[in-house]
């Protein structure tokens, strides 16, 4: 597996004031992603049919507007979806199970050498929080990925540890043990999680675990697995002392639930919340070091102001399909999403707080698109 120019290999297969704020400024910053889109791909007028997807449950509430906005618009399609996490889409998508796997990560190239005719198509921007459940603590907390590396691997273990504290001089935090909450499920979430942690922590967690969909979990004090995003959630609401990985598009629900999320240190050494702003200026960072076929981390690469654990969200597609009808239908289901006027438009992203491909990104996503026949 390889990941981009910075690592060697890839994946496989608050407050209620804080979430009026935070989404009032996203409606902005999209606004404006959404204006600066240059390229308006014609959609296809699909046949009839149902088209299939599976995968990601970060990208599952985004893709279920996107179904329901499609099928809107094209009554004769039906969009079917499923939160199965990035491992089973990827596979179900390889295996022809489903038209569509999604997938927080491009395909690694053990997966091209065994079906060439894969493609990885960036849909989205997305990224990750790590979020907590701290008694009296409402603060965003500051942690770096050295310190979330020693949290994970059970050597930091309590809130008040000195190595926390240090982040975080204004706030009192308490003596409770920590509890690490990861996925139990094959997880493009994992592999982000991990990818941030091995490249803060290079000669500690990259040398010793790494990253991938799936890791050998260090075993940390009290350690649970939980299965999909809204697992995830669950567990930390109902687990005091928690810290969890989750994704953005599931903010809203993570407020709701009492839980708090970080600021992270980045590869500049700076402190960033996950915003619309942070996040698009970390993705702009990549779009010109973006290749054609859209394989690319965009985890922490340096980018001041840039928050650090961000991604593209893909669409996995065999180019090779078994009908010109099937083959039709997903090229318009594709070309509706990554249009600015339609799926990419800020009244879909930002309901779950994600952000819009640049322009020459989807140009890029439509010469791949094209290729499915």
């Known amino acids: 597996m390889i990941r981009s120019t910075r690592l060697a290999r890839l994946f496989v297969a608050a407050t209620a004031v804080v979430a009026v704020g935070l989404a009032g400024s996203l409606v902005g910053a999209n606004a404006a992603g959404a204006a600066k889109h240059k390229a308006k791909p014609a959609v296809e007028t699909p046949s009839a049919g149902t088209v299939t997807e599976t995968g990601s449950s ?20 039906t969009v079917s979806t499923a939160s199965t996490g990035s491992g089973t889409g990827l596979a179900d998508a390889a295996n022809g199970t489903v038209d569509v796997g999604a997938s927080d990560a491009y395909l690694a190239p053990s997966s091209l050498t065994t079906t060439p005719t894969l493609l990885n198509i960036p849909l989205a921007i997305s990224a990750q929080l790590a979020a907590y459940n701290i008694p009296g603590v409402t603060a965003h907390l ?52 991990s ?21 050998s979990w260090p075993n940390a004090p009290g350690a649970l697995g939980e299965n999909g995003n809204s697992g995830m959630l ?27 999320y970080a600021a992270l240190v980045n590869g500049k050494g700076q402190t960033v919340l996950p915003t619309p702003t942070t996040i698009a200026v970390e993705a702009a ?25 961000v991604n593209y969200e893909y669409a996995i ?36 707080n994600f952000q819009p491909l640049p322009a020459s990104i989807v140009a890029a996503s439509l010469k791949q698109i094209k290729t499915i026949q």
Not at 58 to 77: D, E, I, Q, R
Not at 166 to 181: D, E, G, Q
Not at 195 to 215: C, E, Q, R, V
């Open 317 to 352: 597609v065999n180019s090779n399909q078994s009908s010109s009808s099937t083959a039709k239908d997903i090229r318009s289901l594709l070309e509706w999403i990554v249009n600015a006027k339609d799926g990419n438009a800020s009244s879909y992203l930002t309901q779950v």
């Open 285 to 309: 960072g990549f779009t010109k070091k973006t290749p054609a076929n859209g394989a690319i981390s965009m985890i922490d690469g340096k980018v001041k102001g840039g928050y650090p654990i």
């Open 58 to 77: 970060l990208l599952y509430p985004l893709f279920n507007l996107w179904a329901g906005g499609y099928s809107n618009k094209y009554t004769s399609v």
């Open 195 to 215: 990818s941030y942690l091995s490249d803060a922590d290079p000669n500690g967690w990259g040398k010793t675990l790494g990253f991938n969909t799936t890791i």
């Open 142 to 193: 500051v942690l770096s990925g050295k310190v979330l590396s020693q949290i994970y691997q059970g050597k930091i273990t309590t809130w008040n540890d000195p190595a926390i504290t240090a982040l975080n001089p204004s706030v009192t935090l308490p003596n409770i043990p920590i509890v690490t909450l990861h996925r139990s499920d094959g997880s493009g979430d994992t592999f982000l999680w």
């Open 234 to 260: 669950a567990g930390c609401k109902a687990t005091v002392g928690c810290i969890a990985y989750v994704g953005i598009s599931y903010l809203t629900q993570a407020l709701q639930a009492g839980l708090g």
